[in-house]
T-cell receptor, first 117, second 115 residues
Framework: GAVVSQHPSRVICKSGTSVKIECRSL??????MFWYRQFPKQSLMLMATSNEGSKATYEQGVEKDKFLINHASLTLSTLTVTSAHPEDSSFYIC?????????????FGPGTRLTVL | EDKVVQSPLSLVVHEGDTVTLNCSYEVTNFRSLLWYKQEKKAPTFLFMLTSSGIEKKSGRLSSILDKKELFSILNITATQTGDSAVYLC???????????????FGQGTILTVHP
């Protein structure tokens, strides 16, 4: 199956710093990528839809100035958590949409564990 | 509003058993139905289903879609402890506007396989 990578896999930072997470589709082009967060024992929560070449669409309750999304190319989307606080500690997962050839599938990255001290 | 319902919500079996997981959906614009397995990390892709009646197989796992009755099943034969996970059913049902490709997930089925 298709491969989606995320970097870093784990990050620990001090409160007030910004953290950038990269999501790459390695063997297909993804015009759309999605960012999720997941707390322990809870389901995935969609944060935003990242569209290549245009502004991201944020879900209700997600601060766009807090979670900056850039989708600069067909294989790369980045999520920057600005001025991170301990409550931002979570598991952040991206997915990339493969809609080529009449298919419509999403592949998830392995996730990034963010811990804010 | 699109809706995906999975059953059972949890299932406990012993190694060697066969299990069937169910997923029903109500959608405005069907494109495909996806199955994922999630252990203690991000979901891993299992199957994409678009056509009715065509079984997809991968080892001991198989899945089929019924677009008339609006459901799908995921079968796992000869279960192993490594099959223990949350199995998610989802669909990119709403293909338009700012929700393009956004997944609607079921609640998931927690499968526990005991030795």
């Amino acid at each position: 199956g298709a491969v989606v990578s995320q970097h870093p896999s784990r990050v620990i930072c001090k409160s007030g710093t910004s953290v950038k997470i990269e999501c790459r589709s390695l063997d297909f082009q993804a015009t759309t990528m999605f960012w999720y967060r997941q707390f322990p024992k809870q389901s995935l929560m969609l944060m935003a839809t990242s569209n290549e070449g245009s502004k991201a669409t944020y879900e209700q309750g997600v601060e766009k100035d807090k979670f900056l999304i850039n989708h600069a190319s067909l294989t790369l989307s980045t999520l920057t958590v600005t001025s991170a606080h301990p409550e931002d500690s979570s598991f952040y997962i991206c997915s990339a949409r493969d809609a080529a050839g009449g298919t419509d599938t999403q592949y998830f990255g392995p996730g990034t564990r963010l811990t804010v001290l | 509003e699109d809706k995906v319902v999975q059953s059972p919500l949890s299932l406990v079996v012993h190694e060697g058993d066969t299990v069937t997981l169910n997923c029903s959906y109500e959608v405005t614009n069907f494109r495909s139905l996806l199955w994922y397995k999630q252990e203690k990390k991000a979901p891993t892709f299992l199957f994409m289903l678009t056509s009715s009646g065509i079984e997809k197989k991968s080892g001991r796992l198989s899945s089929i879609l019924d677009k008339k009755e609006l459901f799908s099943i995921l079968n796992i034969t000869a279960t192993q402890t490594g099959d223990s996970a949350v199995y998610l059913c989802a669909g990119p049902f709403n293909a338009g506007g700012t929700s393009y490709g956004k997944l609607t997930f079921g609640q998931g089925t927690i499968l526990t396989v005991h030795p």
